[in-house]
């Protein structure tokens, strides 16, 4: 009109949008959760962020617990005392062993001797008759030294076998250690999507690396981000808005 320019908009029909801003978080429906093992009271040393793509085997989470480090240097340096020991006894064993053998095959000589010459002591002096009597008394005392000897070498076998015995129970306990300082490192069990944990279900804080955690607590989840829920925190404002 009289010259003047018109400003034109273009209009359509359409949904009535209204934008309300809320915190909240999404949760899925299933999830797999990797927990702190058992039997640990550590610190998060590693933690992967929230929203990130892993791949299977990835590491999610390392905890730090010195008191399992320290049980499992300890156990390492006794395992390696005991089998010391147990190569020291068996040496001396088998010295000992190899003297008696010695001994015995030295000894067996001399009843040999003996037996011959007891044929000669009818045609000997009594001197030379006691003599000869003496050294087969004493080639006897001998023998007998030597049988208990024998004896002894059965002690000491069974000494062997009880350090042994000891070094199996040894390397269990270290096998245990090491199996739980293993675990300490939480690996993906699959490909997707890996969250920190709340550390409790009251809130909505996460744990955070050097955070203390112990056995059974939730650190990481792997939602299955097909089917989500959300959970938001309004006010009752907000609320009725919202409704």
Do not use: H
């Not at 273009?10 to 039997?39: H, I, N, W, Y």
């Not at 480090?69 to 089998?83: C, F, H, K, P, T």
């Not at 009843?111 to 011959?116: H, P, S, V, Y």
């Not at 969250?195 to 804080?205: G, S």
């Amino acid at each position: 009109r009289n010259g003047e320019e018109l400003t034109c908009y273009a209009v359509e029909r359409g949904a009535f949008v209204d934008v309300l801003r809320v915190e909240g978080f999404t949760e899925s429906l299933g999830s797999v959760t990797l927990t702190c093992p058992p039997d640990v009271d550590g610190s998060i040393e590693y933690l992967i962020e929230s929203g990130t793509m892993v791949k299977k085997g990835d590491t999610l989470c390392i905890i730090e617990d010195l008191s399992i480090e320290e049980r499992y240097d300890n156990l390492l340096i006794d395992l390696e005392n005991s089998y010391a020991d147990l190569e020291a006894t068996k040496a001396n064993a088998q010295l000992e062993l190899a003297m008696l053998e010695a001994q015995v095959r030295t000894n067996e000589a001399e009843t040999q001797i003996a037996g011959l010459d007891s044929v000669q002591l009818l045609y000997l002096s009594p001197t030379e008759r006691r003599i000869k009597e003496l050294q087969m008394e004493q080639s006897a005392i001998r023998r007998e030294r030597l049988y208990k000897q024998v004896d002894k070498q059965k002690i000491i076998q069974q000494a062997i076998k009880k350090a042994e015995s000891k070094i199996s129970r040894i390397e269990r306990r270290v096998e245990s250690q090491r199996e739980l300082l293993q675990s300490l490192i939480l690996l993906a069990p699959r490909d997707g999507l890996a969250i920190r944990a709340r550390r409790n279900p009251w809130t909505t804080q996460t744990w955070l690396v050097g955070d203390n955690v112990w056995n059974g607590r939730a650190v990481v989840t792997m939602p299955t981000i097909d089917s989500m829920k959300v959970l938001i925190y309004a006010q009752e404002t907000e609320y009725k808005r919202i409704e």
